[in-house]
């Protein structure tokens, strides 16, 4: 098959295109590379995934950039991965998720209609459960109350699908992500922060003093599902699903994983919640399994130990 894979120089994004590229489908990234974090780490992963790739540095909010890579490539499937992501960050910046998220996801969808793609599987999150308080959250729960724009991007962007599944017969599955962690991770993300922090001797910030719970879910079994979906796209219309561990962890727990995971005990600066974030995220995933046959795999412990591994490495420390 050959894939688009959009946002392919992103964490999730550089570990689905490796995984299809060693199955043997041809993959093409499109990324702008922009800088809401360290672009080494993009630059990196592109280069990683070596010469079978190929890339093309363009913004997915430029519609005539996005058209030519369909003009000049005839795609199977669409993996819409690239977004401006973090929930903290669309307090500071709102306009760049109207631009990618919600200018850029269009142009995807219009891409697809005008070319004759029919297969999307594109990222959700667990974000646009927002303040709900049933847990654990079922994509048959409602969504109409997020509670960051980031969230609320996310949401339009299944909303816009589902429009271009019943106008324009694409066949798209919508994943919801829960808190994805794992090696070439995001420097933004708490497993980095405080991996980075702890091995520096520095406080990690620990907002909601530490009340947060989290259902952290390994990059390998995210990848699984994505993959999955691929595969199985054709046969399921319109599917919007949960990718999330089913193992929620207090945020004190996970950091205690890290720091037996470094030797180390980090120095602590407790702080209140923060604008926009969620006290809990759990994932009800028995959807997943049905439409999918998707479990997640990877336990807590060994998939933090296997980062710190990795940190310590691609730093050499
Ligand atoms: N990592 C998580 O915990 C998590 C959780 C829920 C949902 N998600 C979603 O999963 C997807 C991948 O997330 P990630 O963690 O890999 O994030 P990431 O930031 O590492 O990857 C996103 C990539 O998209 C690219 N990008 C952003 N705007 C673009 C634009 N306008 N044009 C072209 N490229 C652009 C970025 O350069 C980046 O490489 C995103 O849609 C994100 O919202 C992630």
Redesign the pocket.
């Known amino acids: 098959m050959k894939i688009l894979v ?9 570990h689905v295109s490796k995984a299809l590229l060693e199955r043997g489908d041809e993959v093409v990234v ?5 800088d ?2 360290d672009v080494q780490i ?1 630059k990196d992963r592109i280069k990683d995934l070596g010469s079978n790739v190929t890339f093309y540095k ?4 430029n519609y005539e950039a996005l058209n030519v890579v369909f003009q000049h490539h005839k795609f199977d499937k669409v993996c ?7 929930v903290r960050y669309s307090i500071e910046n709102p306009h ?1 998720y109207e ?3 919600g200018l ?1 996801s269009l142009n995807v969808l219009e891409c697809m209609r005008h070319h004759n793609v029919k297969d999307l599987v ?6 646009v459960y927002g303040g709900n308080k049933t847990t654990p959250f079922s994509v048959e729960h409602n969504v109409d109350s997020p509670i960051s724009l ?1 969230a609320a991007s ?1 949401k339009y962007n299944e909303l816009k699908a589902h429009v271009y599944h019943k106008l324009y017969g694409l066949n798209c599955i919508g994943l ?6 794992g090696n070439m991770g ?1 420097p933004d ?1 708490a497993l980095y922060l405080f991996t980075k922090a702890i091995l520096e001797n520095k406080p990690i910030d620990v907002f909601n003093n530490g009340g947060h719970e989290r259902d952290f ?1 390994h990059v390998s079994d995210i990848t699984h599902g994505v993959l999955l979906a691929l595969d199985q796209v054709p046969l399921h219309g319109f599917q919007i699903l949960n990718l999330g561990n089913d193992d929620t962890i207090h945020l004190m727990d996970f950091i205690g994983h890290i720091e037996r995971s470094i030797g180390k005990t980090a120095e602590k600066n407790m702080l209140p919640m923060q604008k926009g974030d969620v006290y809990k995220t759990h994932a009800n995933i028995e959807k997943t399994k049905q439409v999918l046959g998707w479990e997640p795999k990877m336990s807590v412990d060994k998939g933090i130990n296997e980062f710190v591994s990795w940190y310590r490495g691609y730093h050499n420390i």
């Open positions: 959009t946002g392919g120089a992103g964490f999730i994004g550089y499109v990324d702008n590379l922009n809401y974090y993009k363009i913004d997915i909010s819409h991965l690239a977004a401006q992501a973090g760049a631009r990618a998220n850029g594109f990222a959700s999150s667990s974000s980031y996310k919801r992500f829960f808190t994805v962690y995001r993300m879910t």
